[in-house]
């Protein structure tokens, strides 16, 4: 972690990537994967460690983040799960000294670091404990959560996940309008994936 914040994030993938007809962390980004990419824009913005929370074909994104630094694991075993049983899988896995997490969606990787950086800027600037980027009018990911909210993210109601804690917490959050649109751009199903990539690097995914 950065000795000066104690920054780390946990990246949410252990879905089933059932609307996209094929596994969404494994699907190739540039020249890398999707979880590769999610993984490597963390670290460039200041995570000093990236847990990544497994599910489904878990085996194979360990695989295919063998050699990435400041990466270890979590597990979600509840099959089909609400996303809020994943960010307690990946917070409990949080070394204690850790004093905020950046809590990411495996199907937003076109963030780019810039971005990120600047959650962290703001939590250190405003002393905001829960910031959201937000382009437009509307909230993104990831998001950046002060651990002392740390039981609270351990018990949260699976079907509200994240959203029950900043609605409890409203005062605390501050929406940080974004730079990029890609805080906002997910991809759920092939054609949103297909366009993203081409929004992003000029041209569509090879062909699988």
Same mark, same amino acid.
């Given at each position: 972690m950065t000795a000066a914040e104690n920054i780390a994030?946990?990246?949410?993938?252990?879905?089933?990537?059932r609307r996209m007809g094929a596994f969404k962390p494994l699907l190739p980004f540039g020249g890398v994967t999707v979880v590769e990419a999610c993984v490597a824009a963390l670290r460039a913005a200041g995570a000093g460690e990236v847990v990544v929370v497994l599910g489904h074909r878990g085996e194979e994104v360990r695989a295919a983040l063998a050699h990435a630094p400041g990466v270890r694991f979590a597990v979600n075993e509840a099959e089909g799960s609400e996303m809020g049983v994943s960010v307690a899988r990946g917070v409990g896995a949080l070394p204690l000294e850790t004093r905020a997490a950046l809590v990411a969606l495996v199907d937003h990787p076109a963030v780019p670091p810039d971005e990120i950086r600047r959650l962290i800027e703001a939590r250190r600037r405003t002393g905001a404990r829960l910031v959201v980027p937000?382009?437009?009018?509307?909230?993104g990911h990831p998001v950046l959560v002060d651990l002392a909210y740390r039981e609270e993210l351990l018990?949260? $109601?699976?079907?509200?996940?994240?959203?029950?804690?900043? @609605?409890?917490?409203?005062?605390? #959050?501050?929406?940080?309008? $974004?730079?990029?649109?890609?805080?906002?751009?997910?991809? @759920?199903?092939?054609?949103?994936? #297909?366009?993203?990539?081409?929004d992003v690097f000029g041209h569509p995914p090879p062909a699988r």
């Amino acid at each position: 972690m950065t000795a000066a914040e104690n920054i780390a994030a946990v990246l949410l993938a252990a879905g089933r990537s059932r609307r996209m007809g094929a596994f969404k962390p494994l699907l190739p980004f540039g020249g890398v994967t999707v979880v590769e990419a999610c993984v490597a824009a963390l670290r460039a913005a200041g995570a000093g460690e990236v847990v990544v929370v497994l599910g489904h074909r878990g085996e194979e994104v360990r695989a295919a983040l063998a050699h990435a630094p400041g990466v270890r694991f979590a597990v979600n075993e509840a099959e089909g799960s609400e996303m809020g049983v994943s960010v307690a899988r990946g917070v409990g896995a949080l070394p204690l000294e850790t004093r905020a997490a950046l809590v990411a969606l495996v199907d937003h990787p076109a963030v780019p670091p810039d971005e990120i950086r600047r959650l962290i800027e703001a939590r250190r600037r405003t002393g905001a404990r829960l910031v959201v980027p937000e382009w437009r009018g509307r909230g993104g990911h990831p998001v950046l959560v002060d651990l002392a909210y740390r039981e609270e993210l351990l018990s949260l $109601a699976p079907a509200k996940g994240l959203r029950a804690l900043f @609605d409890a917490h409203r005062a605390e #959050v501050l929406r940080l309008p $974004a730079r990029s649109p890609y805080v906002t751009r997910d991809m @759920d199903t092939r054609d949103e994936y #297909v366009a993203l990539h081409t929004d992003v690097f000029g041209h569509p995914p090879p062909a699988r």
